[in-house]
């Protein structure tokens, strides 16, 4: 299949157990919760998005036609960036990954060395071969994706099913809460600490990226 990628770009993980880590961002275009257009966000399922997923041209986008084409370029921006040593990593995100990441990709993405995670909102199942699973919930988006190794749930969500008490018996070794951002007049830090320091199973998860600078 072609995959239509938005951006790939070297920088750090900014949120989650792996905050801290460099990692090519591979951002696959689309969603299947909104169309990514500010006209519909009022109406989309997922109203709160703070990414730009729309269309193939950002810095390192573009149609890729084979897997292995899509793997060589990922491959070509870790090495253009990490001095050799590390283990390869790409975190894959969106958008939605899981509307185009297949297992052909896993494969020439795991042929080029790389450890491989994933961001996803959990609509859809993701393959097992996938190193690292993080699903993020979102209100009115039936869960499909039910285990995995962290759940990071955006702080607050209103809708009663998409509370943190609805997903803490879910299977993931971690689970966090992630600040809702909504623009710099607003903070959801206190709320998420608030809710931390009652409920010890749930970790706070900052935007470290938009602390730093970082993309
Ligand atoms: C842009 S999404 C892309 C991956 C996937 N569609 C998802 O929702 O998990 C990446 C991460 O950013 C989180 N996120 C999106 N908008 C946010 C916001 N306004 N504040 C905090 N986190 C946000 C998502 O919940 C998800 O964990
Ligand atoms: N640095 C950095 N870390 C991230 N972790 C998840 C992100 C995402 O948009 O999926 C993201 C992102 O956009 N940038
Ligand atoms: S599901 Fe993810 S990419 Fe889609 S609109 Fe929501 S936060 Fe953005
Ligand atoms: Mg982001």
Redesign the pocket.
């Known amino acids: 299949m072609t995959y239509s990628v938005k951006e790939a770009f070297y920088t750090l993980q900014g949120?989650g157990a792996h905050t801290g880590r460099a990692a090519v961002f591979l951002r696959f275009a689309g969603?299947n919760l909104w169309s990514g257009l500010e006209r519909d966000r009022e109406k989309a399922v997922?109203r709160?998005?703070?990414?730009d997923f729309v269309g193939t041209n950002g810095e390192g986008g573009g149609k890729f036609r084979e897997p292995g084409l899509l793997a060589a370029h990922i491959e070509s921006i870790w090495q253009a960036n990490a001095s050799p040593g590390g283990r390869p990593y790409v975190v894959c995100?969106?958008?939605?990954?899981l509307m185009q990441l297949d297992e052909p990709l896993i494969g020439a993405l795991h042929e080029a060395g790389f450890e491989i995670a994933i961001?996803?909102?959990g609509t859809l199942p993701a393959p097992a071969s996938i190193d690292w699973i993080?699903v993020?919930p979102?209100a009115n988006a039936p869960l499909a994706q039910k285990s995995g190794n962290e759940l990071?749930l955006?702080y607050p969500q209103t809708e009663p099913e998409a509370q943190p008490e609805c997903f803490e018996t879910l299977d993931f070794e971690h689970f966090f809460l992630?600040?809702?951002?909504?623009g710099p007049s607003v903070s959801h830090v206190a709320a998420v600490a608030n809710y931390c320091l009652k409920n010890p199973k749930w970790r706070l998860s900052l935007?470290t990226h938009k602390l730093t600078g970082l993309p």
């Open positions: 949120e969603c997922c709160f998005c703070d990414t995100t969106g958008g939605e990954p961001e996803t909102n993080c993020s979102k990071k955006v992630q600040p809702r951002d909504d935007q």
